[in-house]
């Protein structure tokens, strides 16, 4: 790789996506459309992969730095790195696109180009979220990712797109008002927006409570935390495929990667504070999504409900503040986007057949669809944590991370784990098995070539996690060992 791309290799990463929405908008067939977004996020996967390969495990700090002054007069700089936490969800950002352009292939059939410049501006939007290391170039991007997924949602969504997409976008900016007016106090008082150096700050007692609440609230928001999870069921079940795809892969973890940058190194001591509510919160949201979820009829909403249980796992694993937690959070994190993701386009190429969510609708698929049946059924045992898939190894190290801070959170998180195999394999039973209820289902065609293809990438990646996770753990452990320093020196 020349110089020029590898002393500037974020940056390029950061481009690729705009300058991909650039060459789509001169071209018209609608083959040329599709190939050159998928070429252009096949780039980026190309570069990502390059990045991990060339990461050093060992260093703590942030690697493949650069930095620009962009307005020097309020000492904001474009500045960009990478540490073992973000170098997963980069990866996350970069594998999932290619998906979502395979995925909306042959569904997309309105303002093709408009849609897929869209699912660049979500990769290049991401990529500036978690490689920023200037507070405000982070909130600007943070922003920015809130108007393509509000266009996918009410532009190609379901019948009640446009009351999702307004509910989407009405929390969406409160919680982002909320990270504003955090960012605002942090800088005020530390006279920087260099995240690091926000760090180091020693802020006053009086304000440390009101800014870690603002920057807790508007990170539980995007995540989403119980009780602000009320806008995810809604936006996931009217938004397209490739909408819901990185939504729920890439989006939502906007927000526990907020909890471990800025909350817990910043403000350490308030975090301890707070900690036994959050716990206490996260594991009633654990129970409360999966029982939600089992209520569900809808397909996709029955995975949206589960992402707000899997959600309740990682702000379990960040304020166990060990490195079996956070170290299980992050993981869980990167499989919850594989599996969630696989879960929601595999929905969509059903959905694409018979225009129907309702698990009432199908039965008996195994007949017609023993492809379709083998990957759902991977990716459904993957989604509540079965041995040697990827979610397992997460939810295991937050579960020993956890158990250092009281036994009862293990027990009950536990009982989300059983409510996930109760949903998950019931749905199966409902969909999969038995006989056909409808004569759509009679006549449904297995997954063709496209489809496979599709599909097959996500469930490589949840069997080699869950057997092999230890690239992602090494690549991880400097970091995160930092991070938890920062919490132990708290008094």
Known sequence: MSALIADHLLSWMIAVPFLGMVAIALVRERTAVLSATLATTLINAGFALYLWTNFDYVETGMQFVERVDWMPTFGIQYAVGIDGISLLLVLLTTFLPPLCVLGSWESITTRLKAFMMLILLVEGAMMVVFTALDAFLFFMLWEVTMIPMYFM?????????????????????????????????????????????????????????????????????????????????????????????????VLLKMGGYGFVRFCLPIFPEVAHNVAPVVLWVSVTGILYGGYMALAQNDLKRLVAYSSVSHMGFVT???????????????????????????????????????????????????????????????????????????????????????????????????????????????????????????????????LDFREMLTVTPLAVAVIFVGVYPGPMLEAMDASVTYVVTQLASVP
């Open 153 to 249: 949602i009410v532009l190609w969504g379901g019948p009640d797109r446009v009351a999702a997409g307004l509910k989407y976008v009405i929390y969406s900016l409160a919680g982002s008002l909320l990270l504003l007016i955090g960012i605002l106090g942090l800088s005020l008082q530390a006279g920087t927006f260099d995240i690091a150096m926000l760090a180091e700050h020693a802020y006053s007692p009086q304000s440390q409570s009101w800014i870690f609440l603002a920057l807790f609230l508007g990170f539980a928001i995007k995540l989403p935390m119980l009780p602000f999870h009320t806008w995810l069921p809604d936006a996931h079940s009217e938004a397209p495929t490739a909408g819901s795809v990185l939504l729920a892969g």
């Open 316 to 446: 379990l694993g960040i304020f166990s503040f060990n490195n079996e937690g956070i170290e299980g959070a992050i993981l869980q994190m990167v499989t919850h986007g594989l599996t969630t993701g696989a879960m929601f386009l595999i929905v969509g190429q059903l959905y694409d057949r018979t225009h129907s969510r309702s698990m009432a609708d199908y039965g008996g698929l195994h007949q017609r669809m023993p492809r379709f049946v083998a990957i759902l059924s991977l990716f459904a045992v993957a989604s509540f944590g079965l041995p040697a898939t990827s979610n397992f190894i997460g939810e295991f190290l937050i579960l020993v991370g956890v158990s250092y801070e009281n036994f009862i959170f293990v027990v009950l998180a536990m009982g989300g784990i059983v409510l996930g195999a109760a949903y998950m394999l019931w749905m199966l039973q409902r969909v999969a098995l038995g006989q056909p209820r409808t004569e759509a289902a009679r006549n449904l065609k297995d």
